[in-house]
């Protein structure tokens, strides 16, 4: 094996030209496909990461009618039990109590619908870092009866840090739950429909106005390793009454981005099979010339007793090492490249930014830098590699010595 890798080296080399050309060429398709790749799975996993961290968590405890139907009275009791049992589960990175409603926020005569959330100060901010997301005034604590709203929602109200606003809603058993606070910060967030129509108020005192004391809209559960939701899952539904609540994972309450996620992947593997189609179609010609130009020696080489299997062989290994040579250049030069921009995000343009917006994403572009990928795109060269050498290596088993050596072929 080690004479043939060396005569397969040797055989690369006697046309320099050629050999530079293809090498070239592969080179800068699997720096493309590469780069391609790496923003498309890095700008998944940003959206998923964004979903799953901002809204649903990993796993949410929630009534078992409160996902389909977002009221109130499918709202659930939060016992003590359940917070020990969370407190003490090594698996979690943290876990979020919310409350969420909807209601009127009014000011003056500009009124508009939003989102009401109540929250943990410390553990949203943990969840969003939301304190460093405040552009006026300042961040909430536990014991605070004011809210934070959004850069858009204080514009459209036309008030700012210190002027009051009145919330109206219906609170738990269909009560009326109305009360004025006073504005303490205003927030910029990069999802549009924070920054539209989604009110903080501290977790008590959002319980205090829809008279909800004791009681919970959802827990949401962000774990330190995404493999164990199904066993998170598992472990709560035995530590929960499942005739009323239950444990949701995120895949059922993130179908939409999954949706949109599977479409694009489609879409872009598409691209990328197009772009290896040309790689293949380069190395089949560089292939196919090498073959054709030395058939006569081929020939000759069958004629004094040797194998056409062999000269398969070594065929096959002049285009596996010249497609690997260029694929491990590819990967080598995109490297670098790819890390860089995993720790600098790209910032997508102002034009196209509030697109971003309206899908509740940030607008960056983040890469992924998991070695999957990458080395998936260096096997997929060396097949498309002996793909290519299919052609050739047919011709080569169908060569008529006789008339090459005659020089009548």
Same mark, same amino acid.
């Given at each position: 094996?080690?004479?043939?890798?060396?005569?397969?080296?040797?055989?690369?080399?006697?046309?320099?030209?050629?050999?530079?050309?293809?090498?070239?060429?592969?080179?800068?398709?699997?720096?493309?496909?590469?780069?391609?790749?790496?923003?498309?799975?890095?700008?998944?996993?940003?959206?998923?990461?964004?979903?799953?961290?901002?809204?649903?968590?990993?796993?949410?405890?929630?009534?078992?009618?409160?996902?389909?139907?977002?009221?109130?009275?499918?709202?659930?009791?939060?016992?003590?039990?359940?917070?020990?049992?969370?407190?003490?589960?090594?698996?979690?990175?943290?876990?979020?109590?919310?409350?969420?409603?909807?209601?009127?926020?009014?000011?003056?005569?500009?009124?508009?619908?939003?989102?009401?959330?109540?929250?943990?100060?410390?553990?949203?901010?943990?969840?969003?870092?939301?304190?460093?997301?405040?552009?006026?005034?300042?961040? /909430? #604590?536990?014991?605070?009866?004011?809210?934070?709203? !959004? &850069?858009?929602?204080?514009?459209? %109200?036309?008030?700012?840090? +210190?002027?009051?606003?009145?919330?109206?809603?219906?609170?738990?058993?269909?009560?009326?739950?109305?009360?004025?606070?006073?504005?303490?910060?205003?927030?910029?967030?990069?999802?549009?429909?924070?920054?539209?129509?989604?009110?903080?108020?501290?977790?008590?005192?959002?319980?205090?106005?829809?008279?909800?004391?004791?009681?919970?809209?959802?827990?949401?559960?962000?774990?330190?390793?995404?493999?164990?939701?199904?066993?998170?899952?598992?472990?709560?539904?035995?530590?929960?009454?499942?005739?009323?609540?239950?444990?949701?994972?995120?895949?059922?309450?993130?179908?939409?981005? /999954? #949706?949109?996620?599977?479409?694009?992947?489609?879409? !872009? &593997?598409?691209?990328?099979?197009? %772009?290896?189609?040309?790689? +293949?179609?380069?190395?089949?010609?560089?292939?196919?010339?090498?073959?054709?130009?030395?058939?006569?020696?081929?020939?000759?080489?069958?004629?004094?007793?040797?194998?056409?299997?062999?000269?398969?062989?070594?065929?096959?290994?002049?285009?596996?090492?010249?497609?690997?040579?260029?694929?491990?250049?590819?990967?080598?030069?995109?490297?670098?490249?790819?890390?860089?921009?995993?720790?600098?995000?790209?910032?997508?343009?102002?034009?196209?930014?509030?697109?971003?917006?309206?899908?509740?994403?940030?607008?960056?572009?983040?890469?992924?830098?998991?070695?999957?990928?990458?080395? /998936?795109?260096?096997?997929?060269?060396?097949?498309?590699?002996?793909?290519?050498?299919?052609?050739? %290596?047919?011709?080569?088993?169908?060569?008529?010595?006789?008339?090459?050596?005659?020089?009548?072929?």
């Amino acid at each position: 094996m080690k004479r043939k890798i060396i005569l397969a080296w040797r055989n690369l080399w006697r046309n320099k030209k050629r050999t530079y050309i293809t090498l070239a060429s592969v080179t800068f398709a699997v720096v493309i496909a590469t780069m391609m790749r790496g923003l498309q799975l890095g700008t998944y996993d940003k959206m998923l990461d964004d979903a799953i961290t901002s809204t649903t968590g990993h796993v949410a405890l929630m009534d078992k009618l409160y996902w389909d139907d977002k009221t109130l009275l499918n709202s659930m009791e939060f016992p003590p039990n359940l917070e020990e049992v969370l407190r003490a589960d090594p698996n979690l990175d943290f876990w979020v109590p919310q409350l969420f409603s909807g209601a009127l926020v009014s000011s003056g005569q500009h009124t508009r619908g939003v989102l009401v959330q109540g929250v943990d100060p410390q553990v949203q901010d943990r969840q969003i870092n939301l304190s460093e997301k405040i552009i006026e005034g300042s961040y /909430l #604590s536990d014991e605070d009866e004011a809210v934070l709203i !959004g &850069k858009e929602l204080s514009l459209f %109200l036309r008030i700012g840090v +210190g002027d009051t606003i009145v919330l109206l809603g219906q609170g738990y058993m269909g009560v009326t739950a109305a009360a004025k606070y006073p504005i303490k910060g205003i927030y910029d967030h990069p999802m549009a429909e924070f920054n539209k129509r989604l009110v903080f108020l501290p977790l008590a005192t959002a319980q205090y106005l829809f008279f909800m004391e004791g009681r919970l809209t959802n827990v949401n559960l962000v774990l330190k390793d995404n493999e164990e939701v199904s066993n998170t899952q598992t472990y709560y539904q035995s530590k929960m009454d499942t005739t009323l609540l239950e444990a949701r994972g995120w895949r059922t309450m993130n179908k939409e981005i /999954l #949706s949109g996620i599977e479409s694009d992947n489609f879409f !872009g &593997k598409i691209m990328i099979g197009i %772009l290896y189609m040309v790689i +293949g179609f380069g190395l089949f010609g560089t292939i196919l010339m090498m073959t054709m130009e030395r058939k006569k020696e081929f020939s000759i080489m069958i004629a004094i007793g040797m194998r056409r299997t062999k000269l398969l062989t070594q065929v096959i290994l002049e285009s596996i090492m010249i497609a690997g040579i260029g694929a491990l250049a590819g990967l080598i030069i995109s490297f670098p490249a790819v890390y860089f921009y995993y720790l600098n995000p790209i910032p997508v343009p102002e034009e196209s930014a509030d697109m971003y917006r309206q899908m509740n994403m940030e607008p960056i572009l983040q890469i992924s830098i998991k070695p999957g990928y990458m080395v /998936l795109q260096f096997a997929v060269v060396l097949c498309v590699s002996i793909v290519a050498s299919v052609i050739p %290596l047919n011709n080569i088993m169908k060569f008529n010595i006789v008339d090459i050596i005659r020089g009548r072929q």
